[in-house]
């Protein structure tokens, strides 16, 4: 069942708080990497922007959390009635406190990774030039020794 079918049934109990009740289905939700979702329900029923974009920017999804950021006050009070002011200092603050250093941090772990991709890459092309070289000087040992790393393959697995 969907989280979206199931939440009128949720929060037509009286005797459940919505507060706590949004929080552990949000907490629910991100711990089963639904970051996206949580994002949402934070945002929509627990009215917490700043957990909201917390929940998104755990989820990679800087260009939403910046949305939320840019847009809640003008989009909130008129979706609600309800006058959700982010003062230009809180403003500033998710941006600076959460939004701008995890975009960041993805950015060094996304060239981190590339960085060792491009290693490895490197020593696979010289394994394969040598295993070329190898071919051409000695082709009997170059058959043999490919049947017996393909029989250690075929065995590991």
Known sequence: MRWHTAWPVCTTSSTISHVSTNDSFAEDLISKKRYTEAGQVLLDYAEDVREAVIALVQGNQFSEARRIVSRTNSLLSYLYNVDFQITFNE??????????????????????????????????????????????????????????????????L
Not at 91 to 98: C, Q, R, S, W, Y
Not at 102 to 130: C, G, H, P, S, V
């Open 91 to 156: 403003h500033h603050e998710l941006l600076e406190e959460i939004i701008d250093p995890a975009t960041l941090e993805a950015r060094n772990q996304i060239t981190e990774d590339l960085t060792e991709m491009r290693e490895q890459l490197q020593k696979q092309f010289a394994r394969l030039r040598e295993l070329r070289i190898k071919k051409v000087e000695e082709p009997g040992s170059f058959t043999v020794l490919y049947f017996l790393a393909s029989a250690r393959e075929t065995h590991a």
